[in-house]
């Protein structure tokens, strides 16, 4: 209606009244009687209400969810300041508080279950509490669950939920696997409690009949891919992501990652990456995963497998069951998901005397499609020699150009390098001649790093490598081969790198103004090529040479300059490191820092580079540059960075003691070599004969990694860093006290080691009456 003829004023509402209906006979009239307001109103019937899904098993009450607020905010401030707990009194308990706390909000979790998990405020408190349970309390919470698993995987919210429980169960069926069973607490008395064993076994009965639905729906496919990686722990072996990121969706890990961090509120161990240990698949996990794999075949048609691979749901499901087939040896079968998907290809390798396919559009397409390349790459890392032969022939060989600087094709082509056989990796390098500088035109450079890795790992066709790097900068004669490191780690071919040295500014420029330039994104070190170098200095001599001769023709400000990033130190490393590279051209690497290494460790990344060059010389070339450094002593001392390289030098040891200096020096790389096979095992056995009782106390991880840190690593530092005055009295201080706890390292000793005036102070010491340690105030006696 136009605006000008609206009428203004209320709208008078129609009344269902006698006037208004006059025809209307009493008996409608009664059933219009409950009616109010309008009449699209239907009033709702005395019958229970439909099935809501999303809240199929009710909503939580208000004062629930206020109260579960509470405890999220609660379980915040224990997560985020839990260092500060922990340097409390080391006499009271920190867990006692927080043990009182979770009793109670289990007590009134406890019959709401299944509302929590669905609700879309307190899902994501369920899940921040379960890092905190015990594994009595978690198998409790799986039985609360069991039977309605298949509406909670379904779940928007409770879908995670269960992805978090699964996760975390891991943990408790390692221990049970042990032997170690949470034994139940004296007030639960409500019939016999399954293990998590048996829980899993249960849930995986539950899911079984609707696999091939699950699979495909948008949350619950997350689930049963957190399910496999609980039943076969190595069927996530070939993701790069950790474990727990890699069952989650990109949208759901960060919004996860927004939600503070999850962990046990129990553990002291903040800030630090969690042991992991390998699990074995157990005997009753591995029937019930090989259910899985057969559920899919026989519920699943060929076609309908094959159109899990391109859907973006269903796809990274498929890769897992793909991985737990091939960790069964159920690939190698005709009517195998992994035959279904190479459209034949295992079925064909059954047959002797099959020496070729007929190409397939399907597959051909999973090598340019985003979402199912992956899923290819998984084929071409699992699938036996035969197979693998008969994919590479088909659908490799003669197309390696068009793949290697395809966006997506490159990563699938790179991925079956990695398994090439020596025929099949030179055919590779012949094909690939001619687009190798349009790899590094497009920064595609996995194929070629592909390629390099297999010719070390094999020990053929090196001289291939080292021509394909040099097709790819366009270096041709020996003096464009000099600037194979500088292109290499800036990724430009060699015509775009020296336009682009030319625009650098001048010498007369300011500091300033070169430093802005550095830090541009066009100057900086890329990964790509660091990680080229890298492999390139991996072949054997003298096929690695070329890099060496590049860096060897560096001047020393360039060779600071890769020193000083963090991406092409890198580079410097694997020459320190590589066994292929000649031990001369390592001593020569570090003697071309002598007369810089003040500048070179004056940096927070050149400083380690200092260490390593310092670590691997030996006691005459550490003399050295040693006394190189002795007129820079200031400036080491100056330095935020280089104090510490200074510290380890002990410059001061050396100008009034040489003899003394050399033999410490010797010790210290004999220890250095042995202590780094011994530190492990000891490590490990100590964990190992720490009783269940003291696992249970954080306080015992503190005290214990004190004691490690005073023994092993404080003294020595102090020894290595205070001035030989320090160093003397400390040394006869331990010796003359019999009682001390600290036990010093092999250190030399002796009245020859001091000069008279300290020999004058220590008499005094022992002329001194002793001291009963135990008594003294803050020493206890153990």
């Known amino acids: 209606m136009p605006r000008e003829n609206r009428k203004r004023g209320k709208k008078h509402k129609f009344k269902t009244t006698d006037e208004t209906i006059p025809y209307a006979s009493s008996e409608p009239q009664a059933e219009l009687e409950p009616q109010v307001g309008p009449s699209w109103i239907v009033t709702a019937s005395g019958e229970d209400s439909e099935f809501n899904p999303e809240a199929p098993f009710g909503y939580v009450d208000a004062d629930v969810k206020a109260y579960f607020r509470t405890v999220d905010l609660q379980i915040r401030e224990w997560q985020e300041g839990q260092q500060e707990h922990l340097d409390g009194d080391a006499n009271v308990d920190p867990n006692a508080e927080k043990h009182m706390f979770f009793v109670a909000a289990l007590s009134e979790m406890r019959e709401k279950e299944k509302q929590l998990a669905t609700d879309p405020d307190c899902s994501i408190i369920?899940?921040?509490?379960?890092?905190?349970m015990d594994d009595f309390v978690r198998r409790v919470f799986l039985d609360s669950l069991s039977g309605s698993f298949e509406t909670l995987v379904k779940h928007r919210f409770a879908s995670h939920v269960c992805q978090t429980l699964f996760?975390?169960?891991a943990e408790t069926v390692a221990r049970e696997t042990m032997g170690i069973v949470a034994p139940a607490s004296e007030a639960a008395s409500e019939g016999h409690l399954r293990t998590a064993v048996d829980l899993i076994l249960d849930i995986c009965k539950e899911l079984l009949p609707s696999l091939g639905s699950l699979v495909m729906d948008p949350f619950a496919s997350h689930v049963i891919r957190a399910l496999l990686g609980l039943?076969?722990?190595?069927?996530?072996?070939?993701?790069?992501?950790?474990?727990?990121?890699?069952?989650?969706?990109?949208?759901?890990?960060?919004?996860?990652?927004?939600?503070?961090?999850?962990?046990?509120?129990f553990n002291d161990k903040k800030g630090k990456s969690k042991e992991v240990t390998s699990r074995q698949m157990l005997p009753e996990f591995r029937t019930m995963s090989q259910r899985f794999v057969e559920a899919i075949r026989n519920e699943l048609g060929d076609n309908e497998v094959r159109a899990l691979a391109a859907d973006k749901v269903a796809s990274p499901c498929l890769l897992m069951l793909l991985n737990v087939e091939a960790e069964l040896e159920m690939a190698d079968e005709h009517g195998s998901l992994m035959d279904r998907v190479t459209v034949g290809a295992v079925s064909a390798s059954l047959?002797?005397?099959?020496?070729?396919?007929?190409?397939?559009?399907?597959?051909?397409?999973?090598?340019?499609?985003?979402?199912?390349?992956?899923?290819?790459?998984?084929?071409?890392?699992?699938?036996?020699?035969?197979?693998?032969?008969?994919?590479?022939?088909?659908?490799?060989?003669?197309?390696?150009?068009?793949?290697?600087?395809?966006?997506?094709?490159?990563?699938?082509?790179?991925?079956?390098?990695?398994?090439?056989?020596?025929?099949?990796?030179?055919i590779a390098y012949e094909e690939l001649q001619d687009v190798w500088e349009k790899m590094i035109t497009t920064s595609r450079t996995g194929v070629l790093r592909a390629a390099v890795d297999r010719s070390v790992a094999l020990r053929t066709s090196e001289q291939g490598a080292t021509e394909a790097a040099f097709s790819a900068l366009n270096l041709a004669s020996d003096e464009d081969k000099k600037y194979l490191v500088p292109c290499m780690l800036s990724l430009k071919r060699l015509s775009v790198f020296i336009s682009s040295k030319s625009a650098q500014p001048s010498s007369s420029s300011t500091h300033e103004n070169k430093r802005k330039i550095d830090n541009e994104p066009s100057t900086q070190s890329s990964i790509q090529g660091s990680l080229l170098l890298q492999s390139l200095l991996k072949l054997s001599s003298p096929h690695n040479q070329p890099v060496i001769d590049s860096l060897e023709a560096l001047d020393s400000s360039e060779l600071i300059k890769i020193a000083h990033n963090a991406t092409s130190s890198r580079v410097l490393d694997v020459l320190l490191d590589s066994e292929t590279v000649p031990i001369k051209v390592k001593r020569s690497f570090v003697q071309s820092f002598i007369g810089n290494y003040h500048l070179l460790v004056d940096d927070r990344i050149g400083s380690r580079v200092g260490d390593r060059c310092f670590a691997f010389a030996d006691t005459y070339l550490k003399e050295k540059i040693a006394r190189s450094l002795i007129p820079q002593e200031q400036t080491l001392a100056g330095s935020y960075y280089g104090k510490f390289f200074s510290r380890n030098l002990n410059l001061y040891l050396l100008k009034r003691?040489?003899?003394?200096?050399?033999?410490?020096?010797?010790?210290?790389?004999?220890?250095?070599?042995?202590?780094?096979?011994?530190?492990?095992?000891?490590?490990?056995?100590?964990?190992?004969?720490?009783?269940?009782?003291?696992?249970?106390?954080?306080?015992?991880?503190?005290?214990?990694?004190?004691?490690?840190?005073?023994?092993?690593?404080?003294?020595?530092?102090?020894?290595?860093?205070s001035h030989n005055n320090k160093k003397s009295k400390s040394h006869k201080v331990a010796a003359v006290d019999s009682s001390a706890t600290i036990k010093v390292a092999k250190e030399p000793s002796g009245d020859t080691l001091m000069d008279k005036g300290l020999k004058d102070i220590f008499d005094a010491i022992r002329a001194a009456p002793k001291t009963d340690h135990n008594k003294v105030k803050g020493r206890v006696k153990h």
Not at 410 to 422: G, P
Request: net charge positive.
């Open 126 to 132: 369920l899940e921040r509490m379960a890092y905190s």
């Open 167 to 169: 996760s975390v169960a």
């Open 231 to 265: 039943l076969c722990p190595s069927s996530n072996h070939t993701s790069d992501e950790t474990s727990q990121g890699a069952m989650r969706s990109k949208k759901s890990a960060h919004w996860k990652s927004r939600q503070g961090p999850l962990m046990s509120v």
């Open 351 to 426: 047959d002797q005397d099959t020496k070729s396919i007929d190409p397939s559009d399907y597959l051909g397409t999973l090598f340019r499609d985003p979402t199912s390349s992956h899923l290819l790459e998984t084929v071409l890392s699992r699938a036996s020699a035969k197979p693998f032969a008969l994919i590479w022939n088909t659908y490799l060989q003669g197309k390696l150009p068009r793949l290697a600087i395809h966006p997506v094709g490159n990563f699938v082509v790179a991925k079956a390098l990695e398994r090439a056989d020596v025929n099949q990796l030179a």
């Open 657 to 721: 003691r040489p003899d003394e200096w050399k033999t410490a020096q010797s010790n210290k790389k004999a220890e250095n070599h042995s202590s780094s096979t011994t530190n492990a095992n000891d490590a490990k056995n100590d964990s190992k004969n720490i009783p269940s009782a003291e696992l249970a106390d954080p306080s015992v991880f503190k005290k214990k990694r004190k004691r490690e840190t005073r023994v092993k690593d404080e003294i020595d530092e102090l020894f290595d860093s």
